[in-house]
């Protein structure tokens, strides 16, 4: 049972390039979210998914899209990365709603 | 909308010292509260959580008490050690689903 995986741990990207940071867990959970994290700010939400097939947006879902074809996969597709953008980002899940979430190890770009 | 604040870091102690992390939040009806810590290079971890005024939420020699009167959830534990540095978060999850908000985190540095 790995839990909650990403992939790459680190990236540079310049800007106006696209990537994908990969999000998967093997716990079935039907929850799954996406964070950045920057510094004294604490986690922010950037998109979230109940299901397979269900995404919405969260605090700050500008420049970034996801998609859910699979319970166990939540893709964060950057489409052109900006400064803005360099961060940690944490992919998350949960069983559903109400319980406890499971962090990913994180991904840390920079974006220049 | 929900907010959460916590006192800044870094906070430095000595092994076997008190420490308190302060966090206070607004929110509109009954929240749930949440800490997290994250350990160097890793995601966040649950630490301990309290869904209603005056539970008190423990783990790991960690408490905290959900006080509604004060709108507050500081963190305290009687003895820390040097493994407890780390970057704790305070929470909150309102009334409407599983978004988190997130404090901005406060860093503990623990020196033996």
């Known amino acids: 049972n790995a839990g909650v995986t990403q992939t790459p741990k680190f990236q540079v990207l310049k800007t106006g390039q696209s990537m994908t940071l990969q999000c998967a867990q093997d716990m079935n959970h039907e929850y799954m979210s996406w964070y950045r994290q920057d510094p004294g700010m604490g986690l922010r939400l950037i998109h979230y998914s109940v299901g397979a097939g269900i995404t919405d947006q969260g605090e700050v879902p500008n420049g970034y899209n996801v998609s859910r074809s699979t319970t166990e996969d939540f893709p964060l597709r950057l489409l052109s990365a900006a400064p803005s953008q360099t961060s940690v980002y944490f992919c998350a899940s949960s069983l559903d709603r109400s319980y406890e979430q499971y962090f990913g190890p994180g991904t840390r770009l920079t974006v220049t | 909308g929900n907010s959460v604040t916590q006192m800044e870091g870094p906070v430095t102690l000595s092994e076997e010292a008190f420490l308190t992390i302060n966090c206070t939040y607004t929110?509109?009806?009954?929240?749930?509260l949440f800490w997290y810590v994250q350990y160097p290079g890793e995601g966040l971890q649950l630490l301990l959580k309290?869904?209603?005024?005056?539970d008190k939420g423990s783990n790991k020699g960690f408490e905290a008490t959900y006080r509604k009167e004060t709108t507050s959830f500081h963190l305290e534990k009687g003895s820390v050690q040097v493994s407890d540095s780390a970057v704790y978060f305070c929470a909150l999850r309102g009334n409407a689903g599983n978004m988190l908000t997130f404090g901005g985190g406060t860093r503990l540095m623990v020196k033996p």
């Open positions: 929110a509109t009806g009954y929240p749930s």
């Open positions: 309290a869904t209603k005024a005056d």
